[in-house]
Each structure stands twice: as C-alpha cells, then as structure tokens.
C-alpha cells in the first residue's frame, strides 16, 4: 500500500500541539531528530515537519494528504494563490494556535471608521487577507508587505497602520498601537490534501480524522459519578453539562438513594459541582476520559 503524508510545522508555536495530538491518535514515528521526514511505524502514515507558510502549498499541490496548520496561514495563501476555486477549509478545528489577525494604529490616534486607512499604508505579512478586509470596506490604501517586525512599521514610519497576528496583545502594547479591528479569528485545524486518494488510502485517511476527532471530544469529557436522592434525578441529570442518558444503578441498602454515572461532554465546572451538592448529590467523582468511541 502506497502510504500518506501528514505535514505539520517542525518548529514553533504549534509543533508541540500537533506532535501530541498525532501521538494521541496513536501514530507512532521513527523520529530524526534533525531529518525533515518522520517514517511511521505502526501505520502507513509519514510525518513531514516544515515551515507553517509551507503547509498549504503542500496540501494545494498534493505533496500531503494531511497537514495541521493556522486557519491564518491556509486561508492567506488560498487569497494569494488567487486561483478560482482555491480552498482549503479546516476538516476538523483543533483548539490550539488561537491569535486573531488585526488592525492596529498607533496609540494616539482615535479609530472611526475604516475610511480614515484610505490613502494610507498599511504594513503586514497578510497581504492577501488585508487587500480582501480593504476590498470588502471599499477602500484603497497601499500594502506594504513584510516578512516579520510589523509591529515597528509604524514607529519606523514606514507605514501609518499594520495588520498582524495577536493573541495576547502584549507586543502591540508595547510598541504603543491598538487594535481596532480583528480581521480573522483564527485557530489551528486539520486540512486536507487536494489530490484525490484511492479507497484503502482514503479509507485510513477517514480512520485517522476519525481518531483525531475522538481525542479533541475527550480533552473536554469527564466521566463523573455520584449519589442522588432518587427523587431528586430529573434536576440531577439536567445540571450534568453536555450527558446524555446517565446510567442510574442501585445501592445496596438504600431504597430512596442511587448511583448516578455520565459522560459529560463539555467542561466540568467546580459551578457545575456546587449546583449538584445542592440538588442533594453526594460522593461526587469527576475522572478523566482516557478513550472514547462512539
Ligand atoms: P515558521 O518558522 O514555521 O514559519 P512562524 O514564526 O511563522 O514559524 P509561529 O510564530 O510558530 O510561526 O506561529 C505559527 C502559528 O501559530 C501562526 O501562524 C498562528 O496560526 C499561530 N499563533 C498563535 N498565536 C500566535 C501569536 N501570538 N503570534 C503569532 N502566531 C500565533
Ligand atoms: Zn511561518
């Protein structure tokens, strides 16, 4: 069988995620510590470990079948590729890389409307996605692309506004600008190549999506055990965040009291805690989800 590659950033802010989610999802790699290519051992399933700018092409040109990357990243080069047709959407959102691409202008300046950038120059790495946020606000202003320090365009005077990426917003605090508009919420996500699989390919491709969607939907699930008063079931069970269908069981000697146990599938709450021990749960455990299938 001809295998597939996966393709995530080698190093930077989202290779640990990734690295783990892959391990999660039980791929095993021979690892290099310097070689650009991990060789799978336990599936027919490779690891190519580039630079995130890289990733889209790849997945575009059909030199992956899967790559982990910034929703940032896939859409600006689908915008700068201009191809009509060109997309790349995320198969699965990952819940890590969160940053927002935004606008900022020096601090002193006061923000109205986006007609004050016309006629000014904007300085960012996402030229594609800038020219798209300018076109959608029918405005005309001038990019000035760079490929990293965006955020001292201005203080350089080399440009009168930037777009870049934040998610704390610390860097532009510092460099005294403001965001004033958030372009794209972004996250990081699970593409897909563009080429088209044969069936067994496809078919362990569609395993693996499988898996990875089973491990986002466990980091979230709690197995959670208690006692309830049985007449107090019906409000129990509607305090128990995301359960469906609990598992109710006797307890010996007790008529009016049983064990209650559910999978909660969203964060469980110490709130979530507090407003069952008043609805008269007691010897109430909340346990980790190692596995789920469903
Ligand atoms: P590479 O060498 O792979 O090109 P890089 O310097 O472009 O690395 P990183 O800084 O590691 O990349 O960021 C990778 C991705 O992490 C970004 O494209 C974005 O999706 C996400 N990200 C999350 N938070 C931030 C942030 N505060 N600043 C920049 N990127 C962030
Ligand atoms: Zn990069």
Not at 53 to 58: E, T
Not at 136 to 141: C, L, N
Not at 145 to 156: F, K, Y
Request: proline share 5%.
């Amino acid at each position: 069988m001809t295998r597939l590659k996966i393709a995530i950033q080698k190093s930077g802010r989202l290779s640990q995620d990734s690295q783990e989610l892959l391990d999660k999802a039980g791929l095993q790699f021979n690892r290099s510590k310097d070689k650009l290519f991990w060789y799978g051992r336990n599936l027919p399933v490779d690891m190519l470990l580039v630079r995130d700018d890289d990733i889209p092409r790849l997945l575009l040109d059909g030199v992956c079948d899967l790559g982990i990357v910034g929703e940032n990243v896939a859409t600006e080069c689908c915008l700068e590729r201009a191809l009509p047709g060109t997309q790349l959407a995320p198969e699965i959102r990952l819940d890590f890389g969160h940053c927002r691409l935004c606008l900022a202008l020096p601090e002193d300046q006061t923000w109205h409307s986006p007609q004050q950038l016309a006629g000014k120059r904007i300085a960012t790495s996402y030229p594609g996605l800038t020219q798209q946020y300018l076109d959608q606000q029918g405005i005309q202003a001038a990019i000035v692309e760079l490929s990293g320090a965006v955020e001292i365009a201005p203080s350089m005077g080399t440009a009168e506004a930037i777009v870049d990426l934040v998610s704390t917003g610390t860097t532009l605090r510092a460099n005294h600008l403001r965001e004033c508009e958030t372009l794209l919420e972004s996250q990081a996500g699970v593409y897909l190549g563009s080429t088209p699989l044969d069936e067994e390919r496809n078919a362990l491709r569609q395993r693996l999506l499988e898996r990875i969607a089973a491990v986002q939907q466990v980091k979230e699930s709690k197995y959670v055990m208690l006692h309830a008063p049985r007449r107090a079931l019906k409000a129990i069970a509607e305090l128990l965040p995301g359960a469906e269908s609990p598992t109710v069981l006797p307890l010996e000697g007790q008529e009016d009291r049983v064990a209650v146990h559910a999978v909660c599938r969203e964060t469980v709450f110490w709130e979530h805690l507090e407003k069952l021990k008043a609805a008269g749960a007691t010897a109430v455990l909340v346990l980790p989800v190692e596995k789920m299938l469903s």
